[in-house]
């Protein structure tokens, strides 16, 4: 598709497009946590809980990277 092997589109995808997807969900929960008027500990507590998946996530990139 336009030039790109389907490596490179997967390769696009798992890093830019998952990144952006990442950000988006860092967005709706810091919406949550204004919309019910946590306040700051129940925005941190909302911010470990949901987020704590993303950051294994980005940890795992990062320990590839080093790794290789």
Do not use: D, N, P
């Not at 204004?34 to 990062?62: C, D």
């Amino acid at each position: 598709m336009f030039g790109y092997t389907e490596a490179q589109i997967a390769w696009f995808g798992m890093t830019f497009g998952l990144g952006a997807f990442m950000l988006y969900m860092l967005f709706i929960i810091l919406q949550l946590a204004r919309e019910s008027r946590a306040g700051r500990f129940g925005t941190f507590v909302l911010l470990l809980g949901l987020g704590l998946g993303m950051v294994g996530f980005a940890a795992k990139g990062v320990i590839k990277f080093f790794l290789s």
